[in-house]
């Protein structure tokens, strides 16, 4: 079992920053895969940024390259989400979620089955 808590959501304005932090404890040994995905209001939830932790091979959702850098600290079983330049499209709650491998990559929607409970984002123009 893995659990994650995520940290960081907020209110903020469009052009403005934030850091997302998510907090794995348990078998975290167990998930080469981690990723952060977004729900915006009365959406389905999808895939934004994933990592390999081990590689540290990243892939991102193509609307938000250049803008979501998605990092980890392994030595503190923490994962991170920088987000720059947000939009009001940007809003909605964000989940950590930590997974396996599908097809020998970690995949944007695919293979995670641990997720936290989230954290708020809102962004205003």
């Known amino acids: 079992q893995v659990q994650l808590v995520e940290s960081g959501g907020g209110s903020v304005q469009a052009g403005g920053s934030l850091r997302l932090s998510c907090k794995a404890s348990?078998?975290?040994?167990?998930?080469?895969?981690m990723g952060w995905f977004r729900q915006p209001p009365g959406k389905d939830r999808d895939g934004v940024a994933t990592i390999d932790t081990t590689t540290g091979r990243d892939f991102y959702l193509d609307s938000v390259k250049g803008r979501f850098t998605i990092s980890q600290e392994n030595a503190k079983n923490s994962l991170y989400l920088e987000i720059n330049n947000l939009k009001p499209e940007d809003t909605g709650l964000y989940y950590c979620?930590?997974?396996?491998?599908?097809?020998?990559?970690?995949?944007?929607?695919?293979?995670?089955?641990?997720w936290g409970q989230g954290t708020q984002v809102a962004v205003s123009s």
């Open positions: 348990g078998a975290t040994y167990s998930i080469p895969c």
């Open positions: 979620a930590a997974g396996r491998r599908i097809w020998g990559r970690c995949q944007l929607n695919a293979g995670f089955s641990y």
